[in-house]
């Protein structure tokens, strides 16, 4: 046992721990007991309204996949205006189509949200 002061709290609480009788033995030594009724195994309730919002969460993160395929078409319109500045007029015409196909995809996204959560 380490006789110094700082640790002396420590050991008296790691002594009274291993000490201590069982919680079970307590319970039962105890004369006014108070008896607790057993419960039963725990169900999961789960209801149909909180469904409608997990599909929706989930059909939302479609649209954070849009947003990203938006910033990499417009960044790549740059990269490619910057490497090509005569052919910026087709490029960007290219990109809007880009563009426009993505955010139909978005909206499908989000409609399809909208109908799980409010239907």
Do not use: D, W
């Not at 033995?25 to 105890?30: G, Q, T, V």
């Not at 599909?55 to 910057?82: D, K, M, R, S």
Request: with cysteine; proline share 4%; glycine share 8%.
């Amino acid at each position: 046992i380490v006789k110094q002061k700082h640790f002396y709290p420590i050991v008296k609480m790691m002594r009274r721990a291993c000490t201590a009788m069982p919680v079970a033995r307590r319970m039962a030594a105890a004369p006014c007991a108070a008896v607790v009724a057993a419960r039963p195994a725990s169900t999961v309730a789960i209801s149909v309204q909180g469904l409608h919002y997990v599909g929706t969460g989930l059909a939302a993160i479609a649209l954070a996949g849009v947003g990203l395929g938006i910033g990499t078409i417009f960044g790549n319109l740059l990269v490619a205006c910057a490497r090509q500045p005569n052919m910026t007029r087709m490029l960007f015409n290219y990109a809007i189509l880009g563009f426009a196909l993505t955010e139909a995809i978005g909206l499908f996204a989000l409609m399809l949200a909208f109908l799980m959560l409010f239907s």
